[in-house]
């Protein structure tokens, strides 16, 4: 049963505090440990089949991938079958990354903390599903893949659940017991646009019954090209 609580006079951080939220890597480690993480990869496919539809004829054929938030790597599997010359994955989840690398010997997974984590190199395709909100500042997060992560016209397909217009999403922090970050539609455009990316499209996709669809945003990186060698 949950606590009823005011929580009118509570801020966001206050607010996280007082619920005692754990972090959403130990949760999500647990789940990978009682095999949470294949629900979710089913329940996600339909979401991750439309935002790969909408990006992969926007990148090159032998385009380089990673994916944010990869959970037990299911999709950077599935982008090196779909042609990625490279790809790879990053979670901090130690238990999926432990499981995606037991699954998987051919592509690259690392455990890191996002957004502090860095990579090593760029890529044309940054995907990510159900990962962004986690974060205290998603907003930070997308400039920081426009202006570290992508190559120069690299395209970022994002994909989220839990947003200001799917009402039913909105108690899942409390449900789930972790920290979200709750953005509008319109907060999300935002995001991309001040982060410089350019051709930006919107979509909620695989909606279904009373669920709206996952949010996908999805914009090019417009960094100009670094020629220093
Ligand atoms: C809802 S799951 C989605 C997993 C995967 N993308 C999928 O669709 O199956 C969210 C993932 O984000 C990871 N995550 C959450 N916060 C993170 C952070 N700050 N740094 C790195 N990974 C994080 C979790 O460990 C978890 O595996």
Redesign the pocket.
């Known amino acids: 049963m949950f606590l009823s609580i005011d929580t009118r006079f509570i801020d966001g951080v206050g607010f996280d505090r007082f619920m005692n939220l754990q ?3 130990d ?3 647990q ?2 440990l009682i095999g949470k ?1 294949e629900g ?2 089913r329940g ?1 496919a339909p979401s ?1 089949k439309a935002m790969l539809e909408l990006a992969l004829p926007q990148v090159k054929n032998d385009f380089s991938a990673i ?6 790597g ?2 950077t599997r599935m982008l090196s079958e779909l042609g990625a010359s490279h790809s790879e994955g ?4 130690l238990e ?1 990354i432990s499981k995606a690398k037991d699954i998987d010997s051919a592509n690259l997974y690392s455990h ?4 502090e ?1 860095k990579p090593n190199r760029r890529f044309d395709l940054v995907h ?4 962004l909100y ?2 205290e500042d998603p907003v930070k997060m997308i400039s920081i893949i426009h202006d570290q992560w992508l190559e120069s016209g690299g395209i970022l397909v994002a994909g989220v659940d839990h947003y200001l217009e799917h009402e039913e999403s909105l108690t899942w922090p409390e449900h789930v017991g972790v920290h979200m970050t709750t953005m509008s539609i319109a907060q999300w455009t935002d995001a991309m646009e001040k982060a410089g990316f350019t051709n930006i499209e919107i979509h909620q996709v695989a909606a279904k019954d009373d669920f709206p669809g996952t949010l996908v945003v999805l914009g090019r990186s417009s960094r100009v090209q670094d020629h220093t060698v």
């Open positions: 972090s959403a890597t949760v999500f480690s789940w990978a993480d979710m990869e996600h991750v994916d944010l938030g990869c959970g037990n299911w999709v990053v979670d901090g989840a999926m890191g903390l996002l957004p984590w990510t599903m159900e990962f986690y974060l």
